[in-house]
């Protein structure tokens, strides 16, 4: 039984579009996190060997494993330890670092703000470059005028596109840090430390949202209202902004919204090649030292974060287009 008919039968009215596409969407957003609250939980008990001996070591005394496991709850039911694993999250406790003896919940915070930063000011910066820039490259190339010019973006954009994140961030790192000296080679300190990391996770994003743009673009010129404020003799600086540019902002929106999303998973590579102290190093720390309650908690935040930026993004999509409300989404 969907939302929407649940609604309908516990107030007697059918709900309007707005409402029904919210509890659509609500609705969705809570399986998707049940199932993701489930995979995270039973990753731990999936993983080949006993956790707990692999991060204490081969050495580890089996009174010694016995003893780990009883302080973690591993040695309950599964059922059990499934229930202390929900009530947990709830309560904002997600367990016990195998290997550093601190609340997860604790280390998650600790790292949390590093990899937020990263990802949200990458992403700011990728949505004020790559709309103009698309948009002024569909202007510049609109009717088939300055082929080269076109082929030229096509290629630089896909070259970039092609380009995997770690092996850029190697490149500036190699010419900007340690050939030019221009910036830090790693760590997070002033804000020139903020440079190389955001322009490795940013020109990817650039570069793939640029080209979508310039195609919608292009799209969006040719539409009847765009010719009808042609029409009109209106500046083209406002037939672009006040007319093309808002049309353009709604699918832009939704693949930003899947960037940023790409871009939070994104900083575990980032991170681990500048040394940034933020949950994408810490998860690669944790599981190189199968400190599974630690990759089970970093797992659940970056799944979190994805369905809300998701569900952030349909609910403003809709805000945006009205009319997205009443379709079968």
Do not use: C
């Amino acid at each position: 039984m969907s939302a929407t008919t649940m609604a309908a039968r516990f107030t007697g009215a059918r709900p309007g579009p707005w409402t029904a596409f919210l509890l659509r969407r609500t609705g969705r957003l809570l399986v998707s996190l049940v199932a993701l609250v489930t995979a995270s939980f039973l990753m731990i008990h999936l993983v080949p060997g006993d956790p707990v001996q692999a991060a204490l070591g081969l050495s580890a005394s089996p009174e010694a494993v016995k003893a780990r496991k009883h302080e973690l709850g591993l040695d309950q039911s599964l059922f059990t330890q499934y229930g202390d694993f929900v009530r947990g999250i709830f309560d904002g406790d997600l367990g016990q670092s195998i290997t550093a003896r601190v609340p997860v919940s604790q280390m998650i915070g600790d790292r949390l703000p590093a990899t937020l930063e990263l990802a949200v000011i990458a992403f700011v910066i990728a949505m004020l470059v790559a709309i103009p820039l698309g948009m002024a490259m569909a202007v510049y190339t609109r009717n088939g005028r300055r082929r080269r010019g076109e082929l030229g973006f096509i290629g630089v954009t896909g070259a970039i596109v092609a380009i995997p994140e770690f092996l850029l961030a190697v490149a500036l790192t190699s010419v900007f840090a340690v050939s030019l000296g221009w910036f830090p080679v790693a760590l997070r300190g002033g804000p020139d430390s903020y440079v190389l990391p955001v322009l490795a996770l940013a020109i990817t994003p650039i570069a793939a949202l640029s080209r979508i743009v310039r195609v919608e673009a292009l799209r969006v010129f040719d539409a009847d209202y765009m010719r009808t404020a042609r029409a009109k003799r209106l500046p083209a600086r406002l037939v672009y902004t006040r007319h093309a540019l808002p049309n353009l902002l709604t699918s832009s929106l939704t693949l930003g919204g899947l960037l940023l999303s790409g871009m939070l998973a994104g900083t575990v590579l980032i991170e681990n090649v500048f040394a940034w102290p933020g949950l994408g190093m810490t998860i690669v720390q944790a599981i190189l030292q199968k400190d599974y309650p630690l990759v089970q908690g970093i797992v659940l935040v970056y799944g979190a974060a994805a369905l809300a930026i998701n569900f952030t993004v349909d609910v403003a999509v809709a805000a945006a287009d009205p009319q997205s409300t009443i379709r079968g989404s």
